[in-house]
């Protein structure tokens, strides 16, 4: 298996502009887990889902941020409009199941806004 | 609501020696717990977990940890450091239900 994939892996954009981060999952899997991670706050947990279902978003920073899980492997994180504290790296993970299995962890995509 | 303390931020060790990363944890009821490692510019690795059963539960790269429930701990160990092992680890807790979460994670430097 390939692993989760993320895609950008870098994104560079202005402040005001769209940003639209994607995963895959890894086949099998029906949680997925997006984090963010910068020096300052360390890594938090922005929302889970559960078989395609949010199930905790009180991660999510601001309305700026929304999440979509379309169907079992694709999930994509939206910022509208960005803004230069959202400079972090997004991390995307999934497991078997939220509960007793171990997530694993995409690559991540490093984001700055100018 | 569950929480995760790794009391120190940063852990530095010389090669060869014992090596402890230490995890206190509070959650309603039996916990969930993991480590996880991140090397520089990659995601967290699974390293391992205790879900039943024997306290002392062995990883991957020679790590163990062992649970303490009096102690609400779950260090983590091994008995010889490499220069390798330098890196982020994370501790993390789950209850029975959906809640879990991460702790702060400490910086392990093995010195050649």
Same mark, same amino acid.
């Given at each position: 298996?390939?692993?989760?994939?993320?895609?950008?892996?870098?994104?560079?954009?202005e402040?005001?502009?769209e940003?639209?981060l994607?995963?895959?999952p890894?086949?099998?899997?029906?949680?997925? &887990?997006?984090?963010?991670?910068?020096?300052?706050?360390?890594?938090?947990?922005?929302?889970?889902?559960?078989?395609?279902?949010?199930?905790?978003?009180?991660?999510?920073?601001?309305?700026?941020?929304?999440?979509?899980?379309?169907?079992?492997? &694709?999930?994509?994180?939206?910022?509208?409009?960005?803004?230069?504290?959202?400079?972090?790296?997004? &991390?995307?993970?999934?497991?078997?199941?939220a509960?007793?299995?171990?997530?694993? &962890?995409?690559?991540?995509?490093?984001?700055t806004?100018t | 609501?569950?929480?995760?303390?790794?009391?120190?931020?940063?852990?530095n060790?010389?090669?060869?020696?014992?090596?402890?990363?230490?995890?206190?944890?509070?959650?309603?009821g039996?916990?969930?717990?993991?480590?996880?490692?991140?090397?520089?510019?990659?995601?967290l690795?699974?390293l391992?977990?205790?879900i039943?059963?024997?306290?002392?539960?062995?990883?991957?790269?020679?790590?163990?940890?062992?649970?303490?429930?009096s102690?609400?701990?779950?260090?983590?160990?091994?008995?010889?450091?490499?220069?390798?092992?330098?890196?982020?680890?994370?501790?993390?807790?789950?209850?029975?239900?959906?809640?879990?979460?991460?702790?702060?994670g400490?910086?392990?430097?093995?010195?050649?």
């Open positions: 298996d390939a692993g989760v994939i993320q895609s950008p892996r870098h994104e560079v954009t402040m005001g502009q940003v639209t994607r995963c895959k890894i086949s099998g899997h029906n949680s997925l &887990f997006w984090y963010r991670q910068t020096m300052m706050r360390g890594l938090e947990l922005l929302i889970y889902f559960n078989n395609n279902v949010p199930i905790d978003d009180s991660g999510m920073p601001e309305d700026r941020f929304s999440a979509k899980m379309p169907n079992a492997s &694709f999930s994509t994180l939206k910022i509208q409009p960005s803004e230069p504290r959202d400079s972090a790296v997004y &991390f995307c993970a999934s497991s078997l199941e509960g007793r299995y171990e997530q694993y &962890f995409g690559p991540g995509t490093r984001l806004v | 609501a569950q929480s995760v303390a790794q009391p120190e931020d940063q852990v060790v010389a090669e060869g020696n014992p090596l402890t990363v230490k995890c206190t944890y509070s959650v309603s039996n916990p969930y717990l993991f480590w996880y490692v991140q090397y520089p510019n990659r995601g690795q699974f391992l977990k205790y039943t059963g024997d306290n002392l539960v062995k990883g991957s790269y020679g790590f163990e940890a062992e649970f303490n429930k102690q609400t701990s779950f260090h983590l160990k091994k008995p010889s450091a490499l220069v390798s092992d330098s890196a982020l680890y994370f501790c993390a807790v789950r209850d029975r239900g959906q809640n879990f979460v991460f702790g702060p400490t910086r392990l430097s093995v010195l050649p």
